[in-house]
């Protein structure tokens, strides 16, 4: 059946009396399909997601559900919120990459019902399913419900608090205002300040757009703020008397004041990476509108009054990219809260252009399932340790048996935490003593080298009287192959190669220099 004839039947039978729960059932089918499906084959990749399964697999191991651990120590990057899901995940379904992707996929599936309910109260039942089904299909959402990232956590959260603030100030029912304080905690427990800080000032100029700034003066919002601090002291006010300003320099300090100051990937830093962001991440609905907006500039129709609802939702999404246009590091992922307040938007505009909206939403839908089933996977495997850690784990074991001692074991080149993930191993990250210097954490000042917690031993203090198992890229500094000879003249004594990985990843052996007992030396 193709999808046009899907879309056709189901708007004859949405008609009816029953057209919201066909709605909601559609919904559901279309996010199982797109945000599920194939996920059990996505491995977990470098440099980032690795990061957050290492960490909840070691907090589990450790007993300490607080405090956030990678490498044996404490890592203050995120707030707490993210890890429990994984914990649980992992307590559901084991340590697999389905797991790690399920609170993902299923918070995908909560916005996309959250989007359409909101649309359906805003603008009706059409508008409502094709903002749903259109911020679904676009590329940025379908990226970050499969990532194992913070993101789509506080994507979540984030609107819901928005929405809950504007139907508390629409409909003047106070339960709205402390539904969006608690989501508004909720967001602050999965990224920190930003939880609240963005929406908070979305809804201070939506406010004084509409002049009602009085609205703020309300034992509501007292009462309110009282219940976000409560949610937030969760997990702030133990982490507090825990690891005190430790906890406070590294995590507001670095993760916060140092990420909007100063830019973590200079090369990002220009004015036009979120205008790319959002032609790319809401492809194909950012092309596909792209001459009607040309056509209402030119004939200068920019009028933004029309109601309450569309001031709301365009103050949302213009601050989103404001906020994130002037911080210092930019990512892709930073600007997806606007997503919904967009989709809403385009939703009018393609909802009467039934026949469009078929064929980029079928068409889209198709192409995300071949690229989860078919395309994703190899991908994330080049970008995975996973295959060298089954490699170093088995050859680590076998040496340790042949010479009655654990080698030592060094990453020489990019580290690889989701290595450390899938083998339990923790290499050395091996540098030229100068670079470890310079780039290890704790020399007394906030900077970028606070992320650098993998153990580091430096390349002149690496022993003769041990075994050396070193694991390296096929591509090494200014481009050469990494050899025993390149690898001889770089870190001296002996080596030996012995296995590659078909994602690039070697393994090398030095073996430990014997001392020569006296009665080598008079034989």
Not at 381 to 405: D, F, N, V, W
């Amino acid at each position: 059946m193709r999808w046009q004839d899907v879309f056709r039947g189901h708007e004859k039978m949405a008609a009816g009396e029953g057209g919201a729960r066909r709605h909601l059932a559609l919904l559901l089918l279309f996010a199982l399909l797109v945000y599920f499906v194939g996920n059990g084959a996505l491995t977990i990749t470098d440099p980032v997601e690795s990061n957050y399964v290492e960490t909840a697999k070691e907090m589990m191991a450790s007993g300490d559900l607080f405090s956030p651990r990678i490498y044996g120590r404490y890592w203050y990057d995120k707030p707490v919120l993210f890890y429990w899901e994984l914990i649980a995940a992992f307590s559901l379904f084991g340590q697999t990459e389905f797991a790690a992707r399920f609170f993902p996929a299923v918070l995908s599936a909560v916005s996309l019902l959250l989007t359409y309910w909101f649309g359906r109260r805003l603008y009706g039942e059409r508008v409502g399913f094709v903002a749903a089904l259109l911020m679904g299909t676009s590329v940025e959402l379908w990226y970050v419900g499969h990532a194992v990232i913070t993101d789509m956590t506080l994507f979540a959260s984030m609107s819901g608090m928005l929405i809950s603030f504007y139907l508390g100030y629409e409909e003047r029912r106070v339960r709205w205002y402390y539904l969006a304080f608690f989501l508004a905690g909720v967001a602050v427990l999965t990224k920190g300040p930003i939880g609240l800080c963005l929406p908070g000032l979305i809804i201070l100029l939506f406010l004084a757009w509409e002049r009602r700034l009085r609205e703020l003066w309300s034992i509501h919002i007292l009462a309110g703020f009282a219940l976000f601090f409560a949610v937030a002291a969760i997990w702030y006010y133990p982490m507090v008397r825990l690891h005190g300003s430790d906890f406070l320099d590294t995590f507001l300090g670095v993760h916060n004041v140092l990420r909007a100051t100063v830019s973590e990937h200079p090369r990002d830093n220009v004015w036009y990476f979120y205008v790319l962001v959002y032609l790319l991440g809401l492809f194909p609905w950012s092309f596909a509108s792209l001459p009607a907006a040309v056509r209402r500039v030119w004939r200068r129709d920019l009028s933004l009054s029309r109601t309450p609802a569309m001031r709301f939702l365009v103050v949302w999404a213009v601050t989103v990219f404001a906020v994130f246009e002037c911080f210092a590091t930019k990512y892709v992922t930073y600007t997806l809260p606007y997503l919904l307040p967009l989709s809403l938007l385009l939703a009018r505009y393609f909802a009467p252009r039934r026949e469009l909206f078929r064929l980029l939403a079928g068409g889209m839908t198709a192409l995300f399932v071949v690229l989860a089933c078919f395309v994703a996977p190899p991908l994330m495997e080049e970008a995975s340790g996973r295959e060298a850690a089954a490699l170093l784990a088995e050859t680590e074991q076998r040496i340790a048996a042949e010479a009655g001692e654990r080698p030592l074991l060094v990453s020489y080149g990019r580290y690889s935490c989701s290595l450390v993930y899938y083998s339990g191993l923790v290499p050395y990250c091996l540098r030229p003593r100068s670079v470890v210097l310079r780039e290890q954490p704790g020399r007394g000042e906030i900077s970028w080298n606070e992320k650098n917690v993998m153990p580091f031993l430096a390349e002149e203090d690496l022993p003769t009287q041990r075994d050396v198992l070193l694991l390296t890229d096929v591509e090494k500094k200014g481009g050469s192959a990494v050899t025993e000879e390149t690898l001889h003249e770089a870190l001296s004594g002996s080596w030996e190669r012995l296995a590659a990985t078909e994602n690039g990843r070697q393994l090398f052996l030095r073996r430990a220099e014997r001392e020569t007992s006296s009665k080598e030396m008079e034989q």
